[in-house]
């Protein structure tokens, strides 16, 4: 089962479809970014990319992450977005606008 499939059977064995409105979808994952964001706030960049080597801490970055991508499905499944293909679409656009010989090690 794909992770799109699985979200949406979860949503409706639920029956939170009433609920999952595109604005109510699209809140719950801001939320889900703030409660990740919450994990590196006050941290160092090289404390920030030491996070792997702490394994709860790791599993509790990942369960926000995770959390966030489920909403992101969630939100695909309401308003009937191939999100693979979009993702698919959206990164040839960022190849186009961010060539590898302009852009390789700086960022505008």
Same mark, same amino acid.
């Given at each position: 089962?794909?992770? /799109?499939?699985?979200? /949406? *059977?979860?949503? @409706?064995? &639920? @029956?939170?479809?009433?609920? #999952?409105? $595109?604005?109510?979808?699209?809140?719950?994952?801001?939320?889900?970014?703030?409660?990740?964001? %919450? #994990?590196? *706030?006050?941290?160092?960049?090289? %404390?920030? /990319?030491?996070? $792997?080597?702490?394994?709860?801490?790791?599993?509790?970055?990942?369960?926000?992450?995770? @959390?966030?991508?489920?909403?992101?499905?969630?939100?695909?499944?309401?308003?009937?977005? @191939?999100?693979? %293909?979009?993702? /698919? *679409?959206?990164?040839? =656009?960022? &190849? &186009? =606008?961010? $060539?590898?010989?302009?852009?390789?090690? &700086?960022?505008?």
């Amino acid at each position: 089962m794909d992770l /799109r499939e699985m979200v /949406r *059977q979860f949503v @409706d064995e &639920r @029956d939170w479809e009433t609920f #999952h409105a $595109p604005k109510n979808v699209s809140m719950a994952m801001a939320v889900e970014v703030a409660e990740l964001m %919450e #994990h590196f *706030q006050w941290l160092t960049i090289d %404390e920030s /990319r030491a996070i $792997p080597s702490d394994a709860e801490k790791l599993q509790e970055v990942g369960e926000e992450l995770a @959390d966030i991508l489920c909403y992101g499905m969630a939100l695909a499944n309401t308003l009937g977005i @191939d999100i693979s %293909e979009t993702m /698919r *679409q959206k990164m040839e =656009k960022n &190849r &186009r =606008k961010y $060539p590898v010989e302009k852009y390789k090690g &700086r960022f505008e």
